[in-house]
């Protein structure tokens, strides 16, 4: 019934990094279900199954992520994860569709998808201090507890969807929290 996009870069080089956030969710997501994340012969990602819905994770690098919707019979439900600048550390939003904001992975999805209209699970990272580059933001490891605790709600979020739950009952659900206190544990 669904296809859930996590969206990061391939590599030891981006696995703890900000920008990977998509990639950390639906590994967290696999885990729960007991299921692992393989790379397919000759194909430009790793999945899993979930009874009828998949995980994917593109190995694409972010800003060409879309490219693998065309491995994907498309009238599934699409739900994409990735980080988002515009929302802090530990805070998640869910959306029925709307535009790229500027992230480049997403404008991949949307061109590739041909329609804005698709699920996007946003995991808050904040935006860099003053004088830093967001490349380099996004792209530097990071051990913020928020951040885990932002990873962690969205997977809960995935869990809830494929459990049955549905996308407003969850939106109202995820949308509603505040931002976690720096001292809550992420686990």
Excluded: W
Aim: proline letters at 5%.
């Amino acid at each position: 019934m669904m296809i859930i996009l996590g969206l990061g870069n391939p590599g030891s080089k981006y696995e703890n990094t900000r920008h990977n956030a998509g990639f950390n969710v639906t590994d967290r997501l696999a885990a729960f279900f007991h299921v692992k994340l393989r790379k397919r012969c000759f194909r430009p990602y790793r999945q899993a199954r979930i009874k009828d819905s998949l995980i994917i994770q593109p190995l694409t690098y972010m800003n060409r992520s879309g490219s693998v919707l065309k491995y994907f019979r498309t009238e599934k439900q699409l739900i994409v994860v990735c980080d988002q600048l515009d929302l802090p550390p530990g805070m998640i939003r869910i959306r029925r569709k709307g535009s790229s904001a500027g992230q480049r992975g997403l404008q991949s999805i949307i061109d590739a998808h041909g329609s804005e209209d698709f699920i996007r699970i946003y995991v808050g990272i904040g935006r860099p201090e003053r004088g830093e580059s967001v490349v380099e933001y996004v792209l530097a490891p990071s051990d913020d507890p928020l951040l885990e605790v932002g990873i962690q709600q969205a997977a809960e979020a995935l869990v809830k969807l494929l459990q049955g739950f549905g996308i407003s009952e969850v939106m109202d659900e995820y949308n509603r929290k505040n931002t976690p206190r720096s001292d809550q544990n992420p686990h």
